[in-house]
């Protein structure tokens, strides 16, 4: 749907390329048509000519001006009739009545007589008005027309008036003022009070109308031509080998737009069934790798969703782009970087590389297959993706932009110097391109907070947040169960360089090592690493009660993750760390209390459910081995290797790792980084002169 018009559809055709093909020959007589943008802006010069039209209203200045005569008629018989004016007005308007009043009132002139009559008054107010209403009074304020002079129009004859000679109520105002000044001198009151008097008689007698000036811009943009030349039957279009120059462009451009014409309603619909079938193909790569590869999203209409609409902003906002006709090269505003950014941080960088290629080509479609365009945003996207692929902080989008300017830059050099295009127009696209730079990872870094709470998706900047021990659950850990704590940290690093190791999310498993065990927070002192003296609280308790305080850890510790909102990628770590294997040391001791055929298995194990991801089969483990080999009194390079290879192969064997995606590789490589990690921290170290005496208690002695 946001398809340029079918007509226009291009096939790569571009200013300063070479026609490949076999030379085009015209089926049919056609005109050239002007590039929209020219036509368009001819149009609106056009329309720029067109003056505002106002019509001239004779029946307004012949009505007041006999009306203003009549009264003043009135007026003067009346005071002639009435010599007790003062107490008999009611047939006179307030106006008239305080003239009156001021030139009865007025001072004597040194002859004795008074300065002004009541006939010169109305004399002159008679004068003003037909000076007001031959200038004209206009309807609107001059601050509202934009032009500096109107088309006048008197019955059938026009003519061009300059604004600055015709009044509006403001100038009008200003010119009373000074020609009653002029007349009476300062007497405020008089002055004021035929301001008034005149006033009633005064009405707009030049009219805006808005039919006649909307009809005469819509008449001039008509008369605008709209080719600029024909091309007949049989003529030759373009040869092969020519160079594509700005007027053969238009040729090929309108060739095209006189075929569409011709092609019918069944041809449009061709063309209709081709689009959805062209953009079908396009994401057909991109559905298939998806559904093969990454089926925890295919499986997941929220993320389809999301992929959807990132795809759906991008076009549309392309879409929008098209529609501005204007000179300067706002395509570069289409923000593919943002979208290459927003798909990586969200997902991994393949979904953010294969989605920058399929978002490239949707824009470059909707640009008219534009190749050109297309290239330069899968350069710029893909550098834009591979920039965030192992972010560590919010900070870091930031530095995208000097790498999408870089992509953007050089792509516009080496497209600009293929066709020719000069020194200005290269500037012009980088400037715009480096407004996109700019702005991309801004949108990324606002959009991603939002994503992240409608989606309900966990990035790994909110993972790598979670990092921070001074949070509240780990801080509570340090302080209430510093053994655990301790361990949970020393597993992370494990997990952290492991996943690392097969290729999985390094800062999941890390975070999820963190908050493996925070059930433990609930009950500290029922944990071994948490005991600080030698006497355990388990040595009073029947073994199935122990049990039960062990493995309730689990269910504890994933309402303690849902109370502290955390994700829910982080609280699967907490069950699956365990799978469903058995509390085996209070088993073993409920067998020998009771007798193995007394104890139920079932009463000693996990829940589950068992790990379903290689982050959270790398905790199960590590926990294992590292908690394991941190009981060794002599951990040797030899003993800690069998330990882990006993402890990884009884995992197997309890089918602990089936809904794991390991490999054999995978155990493989797990095996050998938990050798060289945990060989690391359990080196054997010198003893220092007199650590006998160190190591004694003083009170002993």
């Known amino acids: 749907m946001m398809f340029p018009k079918g007509e226009s559809i291009e096939s790569g055709v571009t200013v300063g390329s070479v026609w490949i093909h076999e030379d085009l020959i015209a089926s049919t007589t056609f005109e050239i048509l002007k590039d929209s943008k020219v036509f368009e802006r001819e149009k609106f010069e056009a329309a720029q000519k067109i003056l505002p039209i106002f019509l001239k209203d004779t029946r307004v200045e012949k009505l007041y001006i006999d009306s203003l005569r009549k ?5 003067t018989k009346a005071l002639g009739r009435n010599t007790g004016i003062e107490n008999n007005k009611t047939f006179l308007s307030d106006q008239s009545f305080s003239i009156y009043l001021q030139l009865k009132n007025q001072p004597l002139s040194l002859k004795g007589v008074k300065v002004h009559s009541l ?30 002079s109107i088309a006048l129009r008197i019955g059938k004859f026009e003519k061009i008036s300059s604004i600055l000679h015709l009044f509006d109520s403001e100038t009008l105002n200003d010119y009373l003022n000074s020609r009653i000044n002029n007349r009476f001198g300062k007497n405020s009151a008089l002055n004021e009070a035929i301001d008034e008097y005149i006033s009633n008689f005064i009405k707009p007698n030049l009219i805006y109308s808005y039919e006649l000036t909307d009809a005469a811009i819509k008449n001039a943009k008509e008369k605008v031509p709209r080719n600029v030349g024909i091309v007949n039957e049989n003529e030759r279009i373009v040869a092969k080998h020519d160079r594509i120059s700005p007027e053969i462009k238009m040729k090929i451009d309108s060739y095209r737009i006189a075929k569409g014409e011709e092609s019918g309603l069944a041809g449009k619909f061709a063309q209709n069934f081709g689009k959805h079938l062209h953009i079908f193909l396009v994401l057909l790569p991109f559905i298939i790798y998806i559904y093969l590869f990454r089926k925890k999203i295919y499986l997941d209409n929220l993320k389809i969703v999301l992929i959807a609409s990132i795809i759906l902003f991008i076009s549309f906002l392309t879409y929008l782009v098209y529609q501005v006709n204007v000179a300067s090269p706002i395509d ?41 365009f297309t290239v330069i945003n899968i350069i710029a996207g893909s550098i834009g993706a591979y920039t965030v692929r192992d972010i560590k902080k919010r900070t870091q989008i930031f530095r995208s932009f000097l790498f999408i300017l870089l992509g953007y830059l050089l792509s516009i050099i080496a497209f600009g110097f293929e066709r020719f295009d000069s020194l200005g127009e290269m500037l012009s696209s980088f400037i715009f391109a480096s407004s996109n730079a700019l702005i991309s990872p801004v949108i990324t870094y606002g959009l991603i907070i939002f994503i992240e709470k409608f989606f309900n998706i966990t990035t790994d900047l909110t993972l790598i947040e979670l990092t921070d021990v001074n949070s509240t ?8 169960a510093p053994g655990t704590f301790n361990h949970s940290i020393a597993l992370g690093t494990l997990a952290e360089k492991t996943a690392e190791a097969i290729g999985a999310n390094p800062v999941l498993a890390r975070v999820g090592a963190y908050y493996h065990d925070i059930g433990k927070l609930i009950d500290p002192d029922v944990f071994v690493e948490n005991q600080m003296n030698s006497t355990s609280l388990h040595e009073d308790l029947p073994p199935e009660k122990s049990a039960q305080l062990i493995i309730s850890h689990v269910k504890k510790g994933i309402e303690l993750a849902e109370q502290n909102d955390l994700p829910q990628e982080i609280i699967d770590f907490i069950p699956m760390h365990h799978g469903t294997i058995v509390v085996s040391y209070f088993y073993e001791k409920a067998k020998e209390l009771y007798g193995a055929e007394k104890v139920d298995v079932k009463d000693y194990r996990y829940a589950g459910p068992k790990p379903n991801t290689k982050e959270t089969a790398i905790v199960m483990l590590a926990d294992a081995c590292e908690s394991t080999i941190r009981s060794l009194s002599d951990a040797d390079p030899h003993k800690i290797e069998n330990v882990i290879n006993n402890l990884i192969n009884s995992r197997i064997e309890d089918s602990q790792l089936d809904e794991a995606p390991l490999t054999f590789n995978d155990v493989r490589k797990i095996k050998e980084s938990f050798l060289s990690i945990l060989v690391g921290h359990h080196h054997k170290r010198i003893r220092y002169p007199h650590q006998e005496e160190l190591e004694k208690d003083k009170l002993e002695e």
């Open 71 to 75: 009264y003043n008629l009135f007026f």
């Open 332 to 372: 570069f505003l289409v923000l593919v970087p943002a979208a290459s950014m927003l798909l990586t941080i969200i997902f991994d960088s393949r979904i953010g590389f294969y989605g920058t290629v399929v978002i490239s080509l949707i824009v470059g479609a909707l640009r008219g297959n534009d190749y050109v």
């Open 473 to 480: 659950l780990l801080k509570d850990l340090a302080k209430n």
């Open 119 to 148: 006939s010169e008054v109305l004399s002159f107010t008679e004068e003003l008005l037909q000076e007001i209403y031959q200038r004209g009074f206009l309807n609107l304020f001059h601050k509202k027309i934009t032009r500096d």
